[in-house]
């Protein structure tokens, strides 16, 4: 099952040479759900990615996807061109110590491979089942773990096909945001480089108690974006969702997981317009208890059928 696969990092990538129009994009996210890309496009490097953004008219604006665990994309679809990164994925370590990892990587090789190399505080990235891209661009973090306070330096590239370097400094860091303090728009990571200090815990060991942990508390292995909200300070959406009584309530067939309250499944053939029903009721029912607004950590992205 697609789900497994991204927990083993190996999730399928679709064969495909070149720019195609008019492509099915459910399949390419973890929820399984979700309208066509007007064009896509799945780079087998970073220069082809640059030719590419180079040859795309000016006008044409730009979607990027990952491993698609993180988003809602919209019945409608999507304007314009969506790249996804899954075929970047190169992946090394520098005489300096670092390592050099492409944003198509997912973080569940990442993670072994520092790991294996002796950086145990690198373990927690196999709990996030997205791409290193995807994760810059959320700061993903679980276990105690978030991927920016590791990054030294970032290569980033616009919509001319140009490669720009970053550093930390030029960012906004928080809970699950990464703001760019100049943002250039349609701007993607293509690239990171981390430092980890040298551990003395098995790291491998550490990937394996935190998966365990994670499938005791998590609907592993079903049709999901993991957490659909950010926690509010000081408190858990989960909490708040279990405490309004929506643990199984559903929409179509998207329902609230009664595993963990804070995900959504899709149970069959849920439509986005089933999730985003679901979650108003979700964010009308907190605010009506308990005075809180829930945000979204999901991305919404793509237009709905009507619009
Ligand atoms: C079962 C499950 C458990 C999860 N657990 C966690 C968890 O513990 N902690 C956590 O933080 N997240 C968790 N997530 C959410 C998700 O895995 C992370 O947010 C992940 O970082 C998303 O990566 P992705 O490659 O799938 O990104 P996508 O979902 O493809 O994209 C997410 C966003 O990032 C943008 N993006 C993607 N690639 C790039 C790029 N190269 N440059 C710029 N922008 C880009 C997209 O446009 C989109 O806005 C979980 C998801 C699932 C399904």
Not at 34 to 46: M, Q, T
Not at 157 to 174: A, L, M, Q, S
Request: net charge neutral.
């Amino acid at each position: 099952m697609l789900q497994e696969n991204i927990n083993e990092g190996d999730l399928p990538i679709p064969a495909l040479e070149g720019e195609k129009l008019d492509y099915p994009l459910a399949n390419l996210t973890s929820w399984h759900i979700g309208g066509k890309a007007e064009r896509f496009f799945l780079p087998a490097s970073i220069e082809k990615l640059s030719d590419y953004l180079k040859t795309l008219p000016a006008h044409t604006p730009v979607t990027w996807l990952g491993l698609g665990s993180n988003v809602l994309i919209r019945d409608g679809g999507i304007d314009g061109a969506v790249i996804c990164t899954r075929k970047c994925q190169e992946l090394e370590q520098r005489p300096d110590g670092t390592l050099y990892a492409q944003a198509g990587l997912t973080c569940a090789k990442f993670a072994r491979f520092a790991s294996k190399l002796g950086f145990p505080d690198a373990a927690f990235f196999a709990g996030i089942p997205g791409t290193i891209g995807g994760a810059l661009a959320m700061n993903a973090g679980a276990f105690g773990g978030e991927t920016w306070e590791w990054v030294e330096s970032v290569t980033l590239i616009n919509r001319h096909g140009e490669f720009i370097e970053r550093t930390p400094k030029d960012y906004e860091i928080g809970y699950r945001t990464v703001k760019a303090k100049h943002p250039q728009p349609e701007e993607a990571f293509v690239s990171a480089v981390f430092r980890f200090p040298k551990g003395t815990n098995d790291g491998m060991t550490k990937i394996r108690d935190l998966l365990k942990k994670r499938s005791q508390t998590q609907p592993i292995g079903t049709f999901n974006c993991g957490s659909v909200y950010r926690n509010p300070p000081g408190d858990f959406a989960a909490r708040l969702i279990e405490a309004c009584d929506l643990k199984g309530y559903r929409v179509g067939d998207a329902i609230i997981s009664e595993k963990h309250a804070n995900f959504i499944i899709n149970c069959a053939h849920a439509s986005a317009k089933d999730v985003e029903e679901l979650m108003k009721t979700i964010e009308s029912s907190v605010w009506g208890r308990f005075n809180i607004k829930l945000h979204a950590e999901v991305r919404i992205l793509g237009k709905g059928n009507n619009t």
